[in-house]
Structures are given as structure tokens and as C-alpha cells.
């Protein structure tokens, strides 16, 4: 993620797909066996109960019929592990990428006590695994084996083929005697139908010490999610107390192993530790998962031949570093190999595209592992400008426009990209804001360098889009229909970027010419030309990882004196209103990037996006804590905190145009 820039340095230590996916080698995903798997070797058992403690929408038959069921299946499944001395499936199960025919389940078989992750300890093992229309599996459609090994961490994936669109179905896992939670999922509608609608929630930066995952146990008691799309930042990297709440970052919640991880081992620790934690092991086994990876999974501001948090000789080399946090990955996230490009700065390809019938296909991007080194600063133009810079490798371009120019020929409503990085310009000029407010001016000089005199505008975060204009150039003049482009004179419509990394959430028109449209803007007109977009861009917030106003504390700016002063405080009424004290940032984002339509730089939680033929329209949930006046300060380190709605942005059908509003979705 782009922090700021003095975060850039090691965070102060606290004081106290489309059906033509292809599945990779089997050293990575089981094929689906036709062996049937002995019915006396599943015995009527098995599971957990899924949901957590609050449902949002538990009222309803078919969630409470869920929960029953796994209420029932979960008291077993906890005697068995009892007696065995250890769980084999302490990690949980999940499932991703889903298809209209099929779809990866996954876990993790410990085989010993002493077989931790990255232990390499551990015999290979017998696993089987089934898949059925019911929780109590009565009505079984796939079942198999496989062996997994100390090759792949004891890891098991399964792409489960055969199977109908648009279908829930359950799916555990047996060995050693016991079995794994009951996971549930749900495959995507078939290319040629024509959904009524797509929901699903976006959620990214969930940094395991800077507190509870919260937002992913209030998504696990959601009864209306088709997938969760995971945007970035899965894991964290930073040793124990290196980046989080002081006092809270490495006590309450202690990174594991201690020290920042770089090996193999190392990775595959922290990835178990994520996995352990009971939110998260709820919300995979409620619901699928589509991901791609940001910097973290790897280190800070990565990209293809460094990051900024990785030091060469001391830390190893970069590739040996980068290729074990990608296997690490790929073991123990539920996604789906692709065919190798061989592009440079490939170690495994990710990037692939799913389609939801006609409604939409969502496109996951890759923006880390080919794209060349960062601009040094706001104001190093030659390197923003650079032609020779590219932020997706020239594969992955081709891969990209082909995806943009073949949806023209295809029955699409909707095109979307899991983005990591923000794509929308965000600029500032700091001697204008100076002359507005010398405190903001001084903390914006402070954080991202650049000097209160600087009377141009320079992009925010140059580790965004905003550092490499040419590659940002060439995608958005294919969605233009630029001169010079495969569908020149043929724009494409609808658009929408989704987005994390920044730990705030945005909205955004993203402007054919931002030049003309400030200036328009500034002038009081309205004229279409000029107000021209191409598309849109929303984006969602950390699940717990600091926040713009978190990182203005005395370590982040050199203030050791300035106190962390929430943007919005509780009204004492579970709402929150604006806090006075604070400076007036997101008022100067938006009076100096009009595009820009709604930013919250202050809150935590998670978006729910829902599409529909019409419109697509994403609602934001935030952390919230009345609990005490510390905990509504920063709700993340309250272990009982729930999200409240904040909001709602809304891009009609065919206008490429942002709406703001304050009515939620309702029930589907």
C-alpha cells in the first residue's frame, strides 16, 4: 500500500474467471477424482457452527435452517477433535473462484501435533473430500481423494467440476479419523442467463495486529452474498508490534512468527495464523472467495524487482523472498492457477476473469508482480511520465485490452476489475491548501512530502496509478475508444474499477481530461464535454489496517506531541458526526479532485456491492463501538464492536456518473 510518504519507512514499533480458467499442475490443485469415497468413511458427521454471534439478516428461513444445521454438526465435529488430542482442520475450509461448473475447495490437514505450517514436519496423508446439495449431506453430487504432503505445507485444493450454475452446495473434508468444518458455497450463473443481480461484499487491508476482524465476522452472518471479493492485503508482513494501535499491535494481537516473516516457512506461518483467526475462518466457510494480492502479501510498495520494505543482502534476495510469499499464497489461498505467461516479473500468473451470466464479468488484475519501480516522489515527473513504465507487464496488457475489446462483442451489462490500486486521479496543490490552511498544508508536507511552496498539483500516492500515466493512459484510452486503440471510435461503457490498498474509501468519476473538468468545475458549468467520464471507481476501506488520520500521530510526522484526533466521534446515539478538531481533508480532496464524489478517510468495515442491470450500487458498513469513549475512538481493538451504514454511491447504467445517497439495500 502507498502510505504516506514517513510511513514508507518501517513503521515505528508500538510502545506498549471466464469458463476458459484453467486449473494448474496437481502439485498445486487435486484433480477431482472419480473414485467414490466408501460411504462407511462418512459417517453422519462433521463441521462447525458457521455463523458468528450477530446475523444481519438471521431472521430469515433459510439462514436460520443453515445455522441449525450446523449447530448439530458442529457438536460432534468438536467431541471428535477432542479426542483425537489435536484438531486436522484447526485452519478452517474455504472455497473460491467460482464458475458456472465448478469451483476450488480447500484446507488444511495437520497430520501431527507436531506437523505445524512451515514446519516441513509431517507424513504424507490420505484426505478425502465431498461435495453436496445439503448440509447434512444426504444429497451428495462429488466426492474424492487426495494426498497432500509437507510439498505444499499438507495444503489441500480441489477444483470440483460438474457441478450446476448458480447453486448452493456444501462441502467438507475426512482424515484421520475426523472431519473438517462444513463449508457452504455457491457457484456463479451461467454465461447465457440473465441474473436480476449480483451482490456481493469488497474488503481489503486486514492487518492481523491492528485489530479484530470485526468486519469479516459481520459478513459471515450475511445471508445475501453471492462471493466476497477480496481486493489486497490478505496478510501482513511486519514483525510483532511493528504497525498497529500502540499498545494493542503485538500484545493483544501478536504477529506469529515474531520477526518479519521472509521465508517460506515464514509465509506459510502467518497464512496459518490468518486462517486461525475464528472470524475469518467463519467468513470463508459462509461464503466464496475471488482475491488477488497487493504489496503485503509480499512486503510494502513491492514491485517486480523490489519493495520498499525489503532490504537486499541483509533480507536475501528479492525473488527468493517474492517467489516464497507467491507459493505461500497460492498454498494456502483458494484460487486458481493460470497458464504461466512467462512475462518478466512472473513468478505465478493470477490475473483471470470470472463472468456472472450477462450482468457482469469482473476482470482481477495484478498490479505488483510486473510493474516497474515507483516514482521517487510526488514530483518526479520523468518517472511518472516515464514511456518505458508499465504497471501490468506487457502480457498482462494484451490480456487486459483483449478482455475490454472482446466484452463489445459479448452480451455484457457490466465490466469490473478487481483493482488493487487506485486508478482515479488524486492531487493536491499544497500552496493553494496552505493558503487555506497552514495546518493541513503542514501535515500533507509532513506525510507525503511535499512542500507547503509547491504550487503545482501533484498526484497523492505515486505507489496508485497516479505514478504511471503512460500504462493508465493506454487502459483508459481503450475504454475511451481512442485513436490508436482496437476498438478506436467504439468507447465501451459501464466501467467500474473496485479498489483497496488505501485504507479509506472513495468514489470516483474517473475524468476523460481532469484539467477540463476542474476547470469547468471551478467556472460553475456544466457542459458534458468537459465533464466527460469514462468510468467509475469505488473504493473500500482497511478491515483494520491504519487509516490517514491513524497515521498522523506523533511517530508517523515527527510530532511526538500531537495526539490522534478522530475525524468523526460517536453522537452517543450509535451515529458518529464530525469532529471539529480535525483537519478539513476530505473537503480539500474533493474541492481539488471534483471527480471525486464521496471519500471517508476516518472508518473501518467493509462495502457490499450490488449490481443489477440498471445501476450498480455499493453500500458502505463501518466499525462502531459505544462500548466506552476509548473504544469509539478506535472501535478495530473493541473485541464486541459491530458496523453501522454509512452510506451509499450509486453509478447509473450507461452514465459513467456518481450518485451519493442514504438509502441502503434491502433484502434480496
Known amino acids: 500500500m502507498g502510505k504516506p510518504r514517513t510511513s514508507q519507512l518501517r513503521p515505528a514499533r508500538a510502545v506498549v474467471a471466464s469458463s476458459s480458467s484453467t486449473p494448474g499442475p496437481a502439485s498445486e490443485v487435486a484433480a477431482v477424482s472419480p473414485t467414490p469415497v466408501p460411504e462407511e468413511n462418512f459417517v453422519q458427521a462433521g463441521g462447525e457452527r458457521l455463523l458468528p454471534r450477530r446475523a444481519f439478516l438471521a431472521t430469515t428461513a433459510k439462514t436460520a435452517a443453515f445455522l441449525a444445521a450446523f449447530q448439530v454438526l458442529g457438536g460432534r465435529q468438536e467431541a471428535r477433535a477432542q479426542a483425537g488430542g489435536f484438531d486436522p482442520f484447526c485452519y478452517g475450509v474455504a472455497s473460491g473462484d467460482p464458475l458456472p461448473d465448478r ?45 497432500t504432503r509437507a510439498a505444499t505445507d499438507h495444503t489441500v485444493k480441489v477444483d470440483v467440476a460438474g457441478l450446476q ?28 442467463s440473465s441474473p436480476a443481480g449480483v451482490r456481493f461484499a469488497a474488503v481489503s487491508c486486514s492487518n492481523y495486529e491492528a485489530g479484530y476482524f470485526t468486519a469479516y465476522r459481520e459478513l459471515a452472518g450475511r445471508d445475501d452474498l453471492d462471493f466476497i471479493l477480496h481486493l489486497g492485503d490478505y496478510i501482513y508482513e511486519y514483525a510483532q508490534g511493528a504497525y498497529g494501535p500502540p499498545g494493542f499491535a503485538g500484545v493483544a494481537r501478536a504477529h506469529q512468527p515474531a520477526t518479519e516473516i521472509l521465508s517460506l516457512a515464514d509465509y506459510r506461518q502467518r497464512h496459518a495464523q490468518y486462517k486461525a483467526d475464528p472470524d475469518l475462518r467463519a467468513l470463508h466457510e459462509r461464503h466464496p472467495f475471488i482475491a488477488t494480492w497487493d ?11 523490489g519493495a520498499e ?12 523472498r517474492k517467489a516464497a510469499g507467491i507459493q505461500a499464497y497460492f498454498e494456502w489461498m483458494p484460487v486458481r492457477v493460470q497458464a504461466a505467461t512467462g512475462d518478466v516479473g512472473e513468478v505465478r500468473r493470477i490475473y483471470r476473469s470470472f463472468r456472472f451470466g450477462r450482468l457482469m464479468e469482473l476482470n482481477m488484475l495484478d498490479l505488483r508482480s510486473y510493474r516497474t519501480v515507483q516514482p521517487g516522489a510526488s514530483d518526479d515527473v520523468a518517472t511518472i511520465n516515464s514511456p518505458t513504465a508499465t504497471m501490468l507487464g506487457a502480457a498482462q496488457t494484451a490480456w487486459t485490452v483483449g478482455q475490454l475489446v472482446a466484452s463489445l462483442s459479448v452480451p455484457t451489462t457490466w465490466r469490473f476489475f478487481g483493482n488493487s490500486v487506485q486508478i482515479a486521479p488524486v492531487q493536491v496543490n499544497n500552496a493553494l491548501v496552505n493558503s487555506i490552511d497552514p495546518n493541513a498544508a503542514g501535515l500533507i508536507q509532513g506525510l507525503y512530502g511535499i512542500s507547503v511552496t509547491d504550487n503545482n498539483f501533484r498526484p497523492l500516492n505515486v505507489d496508485s496509478w497516479d505514478g504511471y500515466n503512460i500504462p493508465r493512459n493506454t487502459v483508459l484510452g481503450v475504454i475511451a475508444g481512442a485513436p490508436g486503440a482496437p476498438n ?39 457542459n458534458p464535454a468537459a465533464l466527460a467520464s469514462l468510468g467509475v471507481e469505488f473504493v473500500c476501506t482497511s478491515v483494520t489496517s491504519d487509516n490517514v488520520n491513524e497515521l498522523i500521530s506523533g511517530a508517523a510526522i515527527g510530532a511526538p506531541s500531537l495526539p490522534y484526533v478522530p475525524e468523526r466521534i460517536s453522537d452517543g446515539m450509535g451515529g458518529y458526526v464530525r469532529n471539529p478538531a480535525t483537519p478539513p481533508f476530505e473537503g480539500l480532496i474533493t474541492s481539488l479532485n471534483p471527480w471525486i464524489k464521496d471519500v471517508n478517510l476516518d472508518f473501518h468495515g467493509f462495502s457490499i456491492v450490488d449490481v443489477t442491470s440498471a445501476r450498480t450500487q455499493v453500500d458502505h458498513w463501518v466499525l462502531r463501538s459505544d462500548a466506552n469513549a476509548f473504544f469509539a475512538a478506535d472501535p478495530r481493538i473493541d473485541p464486541n464492536a459491530d458496523v453501522v451504514y454509512r452510506n451509499s454511491v450509486q453509478t447509473a447504467v450507461n452514465t459513467q456518473k456518481i450518485t451519493v445517497g442514504t438509502m441502503p439495500l434491502g433484502p434480496r
Open 165 to 192: 450454475p448458480a447453486t448452493a452446495y456444501y462441502y467438507r473434508f475426512y482424515a484421520l479419523g475426523a472431519y473438517s468444518p462444513v463449508g457452504r458455497m455457491l457457484t456463479a450463473q451461467a454465461a447465457g
Open 103 to 147: 469451483i476450488i475447495i480447500w484446507t488444511r490437514v495437520t497430520p501431527a501435533a507436531n506437523a505445524l505450517p512451515g514446519s516441513g514436519l509431517g507424513a504424507a496423508t490420505r484426505c478425502a473430500w465431498e461435495v453436496a446439495r445439503d448440509a447434512a449431506f444426504k444429497q451428495k453430487v462429488r466426492s474424492g481423494l487426495v494426498t
Open 488 to 526: 478506436a471510435g467504439t468507447p465501451i461503457p459501464n466501467c467500474v474499477f473496485l479498489t483497496g490498498d488505501i485504507h479509506s474509501s472513495f468514489a470516483s468519476e474517473i475524468p476523460a481530461n481532469p484539467v477540463a473538468y476542474g476547470a469547468e468545475v471551478q467556472a460553475g458549468g456544466t
Open 295 to 305: 504489496d503485503h502479501e509480499t512486503a510494502n510498495n513491492a514491485w517486480r524487482d
Open 309 to 320: 520494505n525489503h532490504t537486499p543482502g541483509t533480507e536475501g534476495a528479492w525473488s527468493a
